[in-house]
């Protein structure tokens, strides 16, 4: 299972007309796999990441999470279907500030029903994951900016989601910092076996990713993966050659 985006289009209301900022993009992301995303500010990277989301539907094309096709779903289906299926790490890590590390993680799994036992369990399994168990019982004050975004990236991981978008979690950090987030994703995306997108604008941290999909003005160009058959997407536009 995997998230796959077929088609896609999305425009946004710009004065008299409408600005295309994704335009006919096709993606497949395999379970257990890393594609980056890169481009440069305004490309539509956020915009990919918040229709593969389902959190803005397209104007046409399709978004297929898990097998499921989340064209027709009603809106508390779509809420469902994030809860369950899809992690999210925004740019800023948004933590509660009255909240320790571990309560931030203990607070997702509460929505979710569990027992306060086993999200407590859960929490500190995956603030060990990405190495910051030591730190649980502190608040977000009390962490470094590093420290911030591996909370967040294991808060998201706290559904156990099919699928993981991570957007540009490397933009506050210095280089050392960033390489070592950008390595703890892609250790758990074969861990954890999610379909991970991670969006940067750093593409010298990309080393170990499955494919690198190139975002210019809202079209996708995806040089084909190494030791893979190229795969034609008939109807879609590609990005023209650079
Ligand atoms: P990136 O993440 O690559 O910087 P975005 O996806 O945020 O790019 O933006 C792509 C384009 O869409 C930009 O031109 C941006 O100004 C525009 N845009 C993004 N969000 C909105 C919105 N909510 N309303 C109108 N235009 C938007
Ligand atoms: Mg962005």
């Known amino acids: 299972m995997s998230l796959n985006l077929t088609d896609v289009t999305l425009t946004y209301p710009d004065g008299e007309t409408r600005l295309t900022a994704l335009d006919t993009i096709t993606l497949d992301v395999p379970k257990g796999s890393l594609t980056a995303v890169v481009g440069p500010s305004g490309s539509g990277k956020s915009s990919l990441l918040a229709v593969a989301a389902t959190?803005?539907?397209?104007?046409?094309?399709?978004?297929?999470?898990?097998?499921?096709?989340?064209?027709?779903?009603?809106?508390?289906?779509?809420?469902?279907?994030?809860?369950?299926?899809?992690?999210?790490?925004?740019?800023?890590?948004?933590?509660?500030?009255?909240l320790t590390a571990a309560e931030q993680l203990e607070v997702v799994a509460k929505i979710d029903g569990r027992s306060p036992i086993k999200a407590r369990t859960r929490a500190l399994e995956l603030l060990d994951a990405v190495g910051v168990v030591e730190q649980a019982r502190r608040r977000p004050h009390q962490l470094s900016g590093g420290q911030r975004q591996r909370v967040n990236i294991a808060r998201a991981l706290m559904n156990d989601p099919a699928i993981l978008l991570v957007d540009e979690p490397t933009s506050a950090l210095d280089h050392e910092r960033g390489t070592a987030i950008i390595d703890l994703i892609t250790r758990l995306t074969h861990r954890q076996a999610t379909a991970t997108v991670l969006v940067t604008h750093d593409p010298t941290h990309l080393t170990a990713v499955d494919q690198i999909a190139e975002v210019h003005d809202g079209c996708l160009r995806l040089p084909v993966p190494k030791g893979s058959t190229p795969v034609t997407h008939h109807r879609s536009r590609m990005c023209p050659e650079a």
């Open 55 to 98: 959190l803005i539907a397209p104007d046409s094309g399709t978004v297929t999470i898990d097998g499921a096709l989340t064209t027709h779903m009603s809106r508390s289906e779509l809420t469902n279907l994030r809860r369950h299926k899809i992690g999210i790490v925004f740019q800023q890590p948004n933590l509660l500030a009255s």
